[in-house]
């Protein structure tokens, strides 16, 4: 193999590195759009209705859905790619007692709080993971040519 082949193999193997960070960007944009979308619609990451808010809450003058009222725990969510690869998603205090509920108050879980990942999520990383290696190879264009 030449030393210019070579370079170029190295050069090559470097962008396919650099995918798994380009999935988590991508992915990350597209879960926090899921995220709003659910709270909109007042449903859990799986697509499951929270439980509806109690009849002394909605007296005094909450509204459905339920954790939308004044919007700071939903503006305060933020989805991230971490260095490398990954994804991080923080929210402000008091989201443990929704997600979790309390003995006074059901769950409605604003993230996944189980094992496997919502069918939603999945697809944005598949997609984000398609989209990010199609841009890779494009741009990589033919090695061995």
């Known amino acids: 193999m030449s030393r210019r082949r070579f370079a170029d193999l190295a050069a090559s193997l470097r962008k396919l590195s650099e995918i798994p960070a380009q999935v988590a960007a991508g992915a990350s944009e597209k ?18 209705a929270w439980e509806p808010l109690a009849e002394a809450t909605l007296a005094k003058g909450r509204h459905a859905p339920p954790l939308t009222d004044s919007g ?46 919502p069918d939603s999520w999945r697809r944005a990383i598949a997609d984000a993971a398609e989209e990010a290696f199609e841009r890779t190879t494009s741009a990589m264009g033919a090695f061995g040519e």
């Open 31 to 48: 879960i926090a759009a899921q995220v709003q979308e659910d709270f909109d619609a007042g449903l859990d990451p799986f697509g499951n």
């Open 72 to 117: 700071a725990m939903r503006d305060s969510i933020d989805v991230r790619p971490m260095q490398g690869a990954g994804i991080s998603i923080t929210i402000d205090d008091p989201a443990v007692h929704h997600q979790y509920g309390t003995m006074y108050m059901p769950a409605r879980p604003i993230i996944p709080n189980r094992s496997d990942l």
